[in-house]
């Protein structure tokens, strides 16, 4: 799926034009493991991906792990029978464990494993890309290599990685060449700017971004009411950005990002997502839809353009 009147950019080498913001599909894997965020509706999940795919976003990032398969099986059902597909990207290397625990492997076998199980659950031929979830250590040369052989094999199109630093990176680099790379990256979470994200624009990497609204902290949403209601099975309960002493720091940087939104009449969380696309490295940013209505106010980050003084606004300085 190429054409959208969104604005877009090429991914990496790929050869996909992809728009600026991507659907992402965590969420909609629901609760009951470790990193679920509470129940979630599936009707709801469908409806949200409609609605996003007809406002021109062309891609959606999901992985085996959301749900340990769930995620998968609600974005095949939104996909079915449409006549123009929108770019799947998915993820391996954390297979389920005991009790719906997350498991590490990037070991042949399970990597195997986990794709033909991807496939059969979003009911494609091939995956548009195949992105190793987390670095294992001991195992990155030997998971990195059967993503090359499963490219070769046509089971999936392109390859790319989550979560890997420079080293590693450098260390895959020798068996097959790195297509894409997904780091966080948000205001709340900018250690990649230091030396991932330069590495990945001089490296050609293409990169897409998880995470830009901080996992909900940064979209105006998130007060501490709300967060004190969380669901327990919530990830973000347990998370440091959303306790104090931190708690407080990025509510007050949600204050500037709103100064900037009421500028350009646009949502918080647009502002966020589009802070992130400022960065040159960056193709896209991966933004979590939970509801139809979710997407909206974040769709007008793929046009929005900070200018000197929102970006001073957003760091404290005016």
Request: glycine share 10%; hydrophobic share 40%; aromatic share 6%.
């Amino acid at each position: 799926m190429d054409q959208t009147h969104l604005k877009t950019a090429p991914l990496g080498a790929t050869g996909m034009e992809i728009t600026r913001v991507g659907f992402g599909a965590w969420a909609l894997g629901g609760g009951g493991y470790e990193w679920g965020w509470g129940a979630q509706d599936d009707e709801d999940s469908i409806a949200a991906i409609h609605h996003a795919l007809d406002l021109g976003i062309n891609w959606i990032d999901t992985a085996a792990q959301y749900g340990f398969g769930h995620s998968e099986e609600v974005v095949a059902r939104a996909l079915v029978d449409l006549d123009e597909r929108p770019y799947v990207f998915t993820k391996g290397g954390q297979p389920e464990g005991p009790n719906r625990t997350t498991l590490r492997s990037l070991r042949r076998d399970s990597l195997r494993r986990e794709l033909d199980e991807s496939l059969a659950r979003l009911g494609v031929d091939a995956v548009d890309l195949y992105q190793i979830h987390w670095p294992v250590p001991g195992e990155v040369e030997e998971g990195w290599s059967t993503l090359a052989e499963l490219k070769d094999e046509g089971l999936v199109r392109h390859i790319g990685v989550s979560n890997f630093d420079v080293e590693e990176l450098r260390q895959i680099q020798q068996i097959a060449p790195v297509e894409t790379l997904q780091p966080p990256y948000s205001l709340i979470a900018r250690d990649v700017e230091d030396e991932i994200l330069p590495f990945a624009e001089h490296e050609g990497i293409g990169v897409i971004v998880y995470s830009p609204m901080g996992s909900g902290m940064l979209t105006g949403a998130m007060t501490r009411e709300r967060l004190a209601n969380l669901p327990d099975d919530d990830w973000r309960k347990r998370d440091p950005r959303f306790r104090e002493p931190r708690l407080s720091e990025n509510l007050a940087l949600v204050d500037r990002l709103e100064t900037v939104a009421d500028r350009h009449g646009t949502s918080i969380g647009s502002v966020a997502v589009a802070w992130t696309l400022t960065n040159p490295a960056v193709e896209g940013a991966i933004v979590g839809f939970r509801r139809p209505d979710q997407v909206d106010p974040i769709i007008g980050a793929t046009g929005l353009e900070l200018t000197d003084e929102d970006l001073a606004t957003i760091e404290g300085g005016s």
